[in-house]
């Protein structure tokens, strides 16, 4: 019997200059664990004149984390940070009580035809780290622990899982894996996740039960602990969840809350632009016009 309890396609949204795919969140499923939001970008080739330049903007209440297989960001943010990141490493940023940042083509790369693929995560914080001071951290893809299983090479990109831990400072019971086959393979890995699980098909296909499924597809396990199924050769796939937090979480733009009070006094703090700024940034993300009388949802 298939594990598959719901399967998610991959659906058009843009971000300002750059259409995305957004995975998560949906109607049906609002979250795997912790993780609350997942936009695939690209893959996108850009023209010497296109570049990624989203102005700065707020998040509370949650960990941000970006994840690139081309191209590459520079990444600024209210708590000092100014860091590129590039295929492999890990931008991990916690808004805690409130972060602004910006994400921009690097100045080497404006005039130049490039590429740009990768993830970009929003994980929700325990209820009791909510109001925590920002932080961030820039973890090199030297650094990600990697290793064979079954023929397929393997990354513990944040989390615990295999009896494996990530550097990547995670506030919760989580994990994010990246498998790769080169030749068609069967893993069992059920005994090695834990809490909600899902899987995402980057490229290729996978087969679950007589199943077939392809890449821009989220499959949304009904138990972690049956995780087994079939990768065709080239599959890429991301596995990802965790244990499942008690309290509802609230999303609203760019917030993330156990409270819908707490989530109405930032959308207030943004339009009256009490959020901490940016070094060397002028311009930001205005709340859109048609969310200032909206509640969370």
Not at 30 to 59: C, E, T, W
Not at 225 to 238: A, G, I, Q, R, S
């Amino acid at each position: 019997m298939s594990n598959v309890g719901l399967i998610i396609e991959e659906r058009a949204a843009d971000i300002g200059n750059f259409m995305v795919g957004r995975l998560l969140l949906f109607k049906q499923k609002r979250s795997v664990g912790p993780f609350v939001f997942i936009d695939h970008m690209g893959p996108a080739k850009l023209k010497d004149y296109q570049n990624l330049d989203v102005d700065v903007h707020p998040h509370i209440g949650l960990s941000t984390l970006t994840y690139l297989f081309e191209g590459a960001i520079m990444h600024r943010d209210s708590i000092g940070s100014e860091i590129e990141i590039q295929p492999g490493a890990v931008n991990w940023m916690t808004a805690g009580k409130g972060v602004t940042h910006s994400e921009r083509t690097p100045e080497y790369l404006r005039t130049t035809e490039k590429s740009l693929h990768g993830l970009q995560i929003w994980v929700a914080l325990p209820k009791h780290l909510e109001e925590m001071e920002p932080s961030f951290y820039h973890i090199e893809a030297k650094d990600i622990p990697s290793w064979k299983e079954n023929e397929c090479d393997i990354k513990l990109i944040a989390g615990e899982a295999f009896n494996k831990k990530s550097p990547v400072p995670v506030h919760s019971k989580l994990y994010f894996l990246e498998i790769k086959s080169k030749q068609k393979t069967i893993l069992k890995i059920g005994d090695f996740l834990y809490g909600e699980s899902a899987l995402y098909i980057l490229e290729g296909a996978i087969i679950d039960d007589n199943h077939r499924y392809e890449s821009k597809q989220i499959l949304i396990a009904k138990d972690a602990k049956l995780c087994h199924f079939e990768m065709e050769e080239n599959t890429t796939v991301y596995i990802f969840g965790g244990e499942p937090f008690e309290e509802q979480r609230f999303i609203f733009w760019n917030f993330v809350s156990s409270s819908r009070d707490r989530i109405e006094q930032a959308k207030q703090d943004w339009i009256h632009q009490r959020f901490p700024k940016v070094a060397n940034e002028t311009k930001f993300v205005p709340l859109p016009d048609y969310l200032i009388d909206k509640r969370p949802i």
